[in-house]
């Protein structure tokens, strides 16, 4: 186990880049599986969860090799493997594995996933999804048994109950090598759809409407990969930065973005008051001055995302009046509130309702990151505060957001990623510690 050191109250300047996009990459992973020839990503990002699909993959005699940030998968020595427990629990994309499984051997035993724990996220929609394509499904001992029929998987018209991006993804990868025509409605138009629709078209696939409300399939009996696919920006990993750049930022360009997918943060940084220029791929936030509360709500894409509602509270924390968030996907992500109150925010819940004050200081303490994106918002939250910082269960951050040491200092922070049991400031940060050996 590790910790994040901050010593904040620093205002920070410069340039940050955003790596692939972390969704995107947990789906290409496991659809990676349904191709018969070498694959081949770029812009994959530096994270914890990478490894550990890696690690998944390894397991099904599916080599992989990363250099700097491009991953390259070798399925075609796969074997088919119940995966009930162990690495399965070690992240929620896991569950892809059922879809990418299922489309290739006609046949998953997949575990129950892991993942943050923000509330509940049943697989109904999934279940659904398979059962149509004509799969049977049972949950034995905690892992779910997938069979597709004799004769294979057929294609069906589904029509999910609500706009998951977990079901939208497992059915496209069980359907995509299906005999005849998948019509999926109501499904969800995140971008990270989108780029796995593009990376299963390149191979071969058949697949219209990615982006919209329905998503159409004409399967196809094999895919094989020809051309090096590039994972689109992490819009979340960008959302953080722009956060975090309003926050403590004298002039900070944040780039390769695509704002295009931020539409929708990026109205609300303006109602709060930031100040930014979009050029092209980057977008520079300029130092910020009077900020206004606001209330926010969480939203299917292309609405406000709920992944971006925990890095930008410690930014509200700032703003005068009063303000509130309503997180319509998962009201129970929450988990970062009790963490800033203990660094003096003004913030509290009722009724599932996240309601700020505004804060004139925060002060540096312990705290502990629970998942992704509330470690994300008390590592912003440490760089504003008074004093020390100390983030515990720093893994978590580390799932989602790569280089992030490196990528702070460059701007300026005071931070350290360290073991649990030190009592130094020594950095695990690899560049540092050659720095330190060469002095």
């Known amino acids: 186990m590790k910790k994040m050191i901050i010593h904040g109250g620093k205002k920070l300047s410069g340039e940050v880049a955003i790596d692939g996009a ?107 999804g398979f059962e149509a394509l004509g799969a049977t499904v049972s949950n034995e001992h905690g892992a779910m048994f997938i069979q597709a029929p004799d004769d294979g998987l057929h294609g069906a018209k589904i029509y999910f109950d609500m706009a998951s991006v977990g079901a939208t993804v497992n059915v496209i990868l069980a359907a ?17 759809i989108i780029d796995l629709a593009t990376f299963l078209n390149n191979m071969g696939a058949r697949i219209r409407g990615a982006g919209t409300d329905t998503i159409r399939i004409e399967g196809v009996p094999h895919l094989y990969a020809t051309n090096s696919h590039t994972i689109i920006p992490d819009r979340i990993e960008a959302g953080t930065y722009l956060s ?52 926010i709500k969480t939203m299917p894409y292309p609405g406000f995302a709920t992944d971006l509602q925990q890095p930008i509270t410690p930014l509200l924390l700032k703003a005068q009046g009063e303000g509130m968030i309503v997180d319509t996907l998962y009201p129970r992500r929450v988990r970062h509130v009790p963490e800033l109150v203990r660094m003096g925010a003004n913030i509290s819940v009722e009724n599932d309702v996240i309601l700020l004050h505004h804060t004139a200081k925060l002060q540096g303490t312990d705290v502990n990151a629970d998942e992704i994106r509330a470690g994300a918002a008390l590592m912003i939250a440490g760089l504003m505060a008074d004093g020390t910082t100390t983030i515990h269960k720093v893994e978590n951050i580390l799932r989602g957001y790569g280089d992030v040491v490196q990528k702070l200092r460059k701007l300026g922070a005071d931070v350290a990623i360290v073991d649990e049991e030190s009592t130094t400031s020594e950095t695990t940060d690899p560049v540092a510690v050659l720095e330190k050996k060469a002095l």
Do not use: W
């Open 244 to 295: 975090l750049a309003a926050a403590v930022g004298n002039g900070i360009t944040v780039k390769n973005i695509i704002s295009e997918h931020l539409d929708s943060f990026l109205a609300k940084m303006e109602e709060i008051g930031v100040q930014f220029d979009i050029v092209e791929d980057s977008i520079y936030v300029y130092p910020t001055g009077d900020l206004k509360m606001v209330t």
């Open 22 to 128: 972390k969704n995107s990459t947990v789906a290409i992973i496991p659809a990676a599986i349904l191709s018969e020839s070498k694959v081949k990503l770029d812009s994959v990002p530096h994270i914890q969860d990478v490894d550990n699909l890696r690690a998944i993959l390894a397991d099904m005699n599916v080599s992989s090799t990363l250099n700097d940030c491009c991953l390259e998968i070798d399925p075609t020595q796969i074997i088919s493997k119940p995966l009930p427990n162990g690495k399965i629990k070690s992240l929620r994309a896991s569950y892809y594995f059922m879809g990418a499984l299922l489309g290739r051997f006609g046949r998953a035993i997949v575990g129950l996933p892991g993942g943050d724990d923000i509330g509940p996220r049943p697989i109904d929609q999934h279940i659904k």
């Open 176 to 192: 995509v090598r299906a005999t005849g025509t998948t019509i999926i409605e109501n499904v969800a138009k995140e971008p990270e």
